[in-house]
């Protein structure tokens, strides 16, 4: 164990000897010398020290008060991977106007029928279609709804 720490404190003095000008001032590099040492990828781990201690990559105070191009590339991949995990699992249904349609009954209260309850509500009367999958819808007795709504909670309803 005290050989590791004798390697440990070797590099840790070559890197203190490259950043400072005058050897007295060695302690005021420390800190540095240090932060550089624990974000630096290890060959044997292929990880960061600071990463196999807490988890997760180190950010640098530049990059929280400057973003860095790794911070937004990093959202933008999680976005499109969150993008094509629901994209996979969607039914994208087209409507037509004057299509008759079933509406899905969000069961936010428990209904007392249980499993018996209505799963879905209608017929309704598609009046106009959007290009993101928005409807507007009407009753049967023409009576027009104004808001939109998404056309994944409806089906097709074959009288």
């Known amino acids: 164990m005290n050989g590791a720490v004798e390697a440990l404190n070797k590099n840790i003095k070559r890197i203190i000897e490259k950043m400072t000008v005058t ?3 060695w302690h005021e590099m420390l800190p540095f010398a ?6 630096s ?3 044997s781990t292929g990880a960061t020290p600071y990463s ?14 400057i973003p860095s191009m790794r911070i937004p590339a990093e959202s933008k991949l999680e976005e499109a ?5 629901f994209n996979a699992r969607v039914r994208h249904r087209e409507f037509c106007p004057s299509d008759l349609v079933l509406r899905k ?3 936010i209260a428990p209904d007392s ?3 018996f309850a209505y799963k879905y509500d209608g017929p309704f009367v598609v009046r106009k ?11 049967m007795d023409e009576t027009e709804n104004a808001l939109p709504v998404n056309a994944d909670a409806f089906k097709k309803y074959y009288p």
């Open 41 to 43: 990828i290890r060959t």
């Open 81 to 85: 991977e969150m993008a094509r995990a």
């Open 23 to 25: 050897y007295k001032d």
């Open 52 to 65: 196999l201690v807490y988890g997760m990559e180190a950010a640098l105070l530049i990059e929280v008060e």
């Open 129 to 139: 279609v959007f290009s993101g999958g928005a409807i507007i819808l009407s009753d």
């Open 113 to 115: 029928r249980g499993k």
């Open 34 to 39: 240090l932060l550089a040492y624990r974000t």
């Open 105 to 107: 009954v969000l069961h």
